[in-house]
């Protein structure tokens, strides 16, 4: 709805702001940015304006990516951009309205499924905005369940974007969080953790770690335990194909981010957050669930069975100001892990995980050295001196290879994090390194 101010409304805004025009709203902004430029061409038709756009677009260049750190370039299967593209999915409304219809709310009640059966939770709730958003929500849900504890200890080996999206959510509270180093296997200390979660509140980790290798759950869900603490696992979705579910180790709320299922890059988003905790704390956990029901002629019918935002519930009792699922990447989620199937997906893991290993003896085998001593999956670091410049080598062949690490991780200058998916061929890795071997 559009309301015009009146002229009076205006000089008396005007007036409280301390300004005499409109103009003055804008006084700050650089005169040539507020008129149009003079050398704009004249008007084009329709054909010209989408040629145009074609040679813009014909600049973008496509890179071979060994890149990771939370977004990876995966096999997406034909279908499911086509299914997602279909108008009952791609403009429907933004399904947390009643009037949701019967498939999309039958596409969320499977999607939570297939949640639950990775994660090995109880419950999973329709999707939130992204794994970091998934993390904060999950925290905050942690804290709510042991209301006497105040503390918040996390890994270092969480995703660092991830820790500070969780630091912006729980800044009003200015409540501690501690943050638990890194051993020299490349997973979480336990005795620095066992110190430090005294008083915790939550214990989260993340499993594969953000470094790629795999945190000792087992330990970790003990110290839990003992503290009487929650623990909030941050997990990857294809991992959990191969490793053991978070909820089978005592895993209390399992977060993560849909990105790698079925999901384009996206130059970064929009991405999805999947949601799982235990039966128990199903009362506090924020989003919405698709539920299973009959209709008054005994039909199976799906509803929304749990909502928690303020405008759902009195704003005392709502758990999260989420307004709804990421639905239609919900739903690639489901298409991916629905069209390969357990097997399937193992398949994809354990493809990373030899190509990973096939380049990281390589790159071994050319100077680069380990950082850390534990096992990892398809994620790794290395280091070598000058790698930044080799990486700037690398990109000019269509190559890109690895995150530097030392713009989360100052201590870790020339230390790249490389991600190897069962995407990656043979041909592609033995040329990183030979354009590496042209250097030497």
């Not at 074609?54 to 995966?74: E, M, P, Q, T």
């Not at 180093?181 to 915790?200: F, I, N, P, R, Y």
């Amino acid at each position: 709805m559009y309301v015009p101010h009146s002229r009076e409304d205006v000089r008396f805004m005007l007036k409280a702001l301390g300004l005499s025009s409109e103009e003055d709203l804008f006084s700050h902004i650089d005169d040539s940015l507020l008129k149009p430029p003079d050398d704009l061409p004249p008007p084009k038709s329709e054909e010209e304006i989408r040629e145009l756009f074609k040679k813009i677009a014909s600049k973008n260049k496509s890179l071979i990516s060994f890149c990771g750190a939370g977004s990876y370039d995966r096999i997406i299967p034909s279908v499911i951009p086509y299914i997602l593209s279909r108008g009952e999915f791609l403009t429907a409304y933004t399904p947390y309205q009643p009037e949701a219809s019967q498939g999309t709310l039958q596409a969320i009640f499977e999607y939570q499924s297939v949640i639950c059966d990775l994660t090995g939770m109880d419950v999973a709730n329709a999707s939130v905005y992204d794994g970091a958003s998934a993390l904060a929500e999950a925290v905050l849900m942690a804290k709510r369940l042991k209301p006497k504890k105040t503390k918040v200890v996390i890994s270092q080996a969480i995703n660092p974007l991830y820790r500070r999206v969780l630091r912006t959510y729980l800044s009003p509270l200015e409540e501690p969080i501690e943050e638990v180093e890194v051993s020299k296997e490349g997973t979480t200390d336990l005795e620095k953790l066992w110190d430090l979660s005294k008083e915790a509140q939550v214990i989260a980790v993340q499993y594969p770690n953000f470094f790629g290798y795999v945190e000792p759950l087992k330990e970790i869900s003990e110290i839990a335990k003992e503290r009487e603490s929650l623990l909030v696992v941050v997990a990857d979705p294809v991992a959990l194909a191969i490793l053991k579910p978070p909820g089978e180790l005592g895993a209390d709320i399992v977060v993560g981010e849909g990105q790698q299922l079925g999901v384009p890059l996206n130059f970064g988003g929009p991405y999805v957050g999947f949601f799982a905790t235990k039966q128990e704390y199903v009362r506090q956990m924020p989003g919405r669930i698709s539920g299973l029901a009959q209709d008054i002629e005994g039909k199976t019918a799906y509803t929304l069975i749990l909502q928690t935002r303020e405008q759902h519930i009195r704003r005392e009792r709502a758990t999260s100001n989420i307004c709804t699922n990421q639905n239609l990447l919900a739903l690639a989620n489901l298409l991916y892990i629905t069209l390969l199937g357990a097997e399937g997906l193992r398949e994809v893991a354990i493809q990373s995980i030899s190509k990973a290993y096939y380049l990281k003896e390589k790159l071994l085998d050319l100077g680069f050295e380990e950082v850390f001593e534990g096992k990892h999956l398809w994620e790794f670091p290395l280091k070598k001196e000058g790698s930044f410049n080799l990486r700037e080598r690398l990109k000019e062949k269509g190559i890109l290879l690895g995150v530097p690490l030392d713009r989360f991780f100052p201590s870790m200058k020339d230390t790249l994090l490389i991600a190897v998916t069962e995407k990656r061929k043979r041909e592609e890795m033995d040329r990183v390194a030979e354009v590496i071997g042209e250097g030497n």
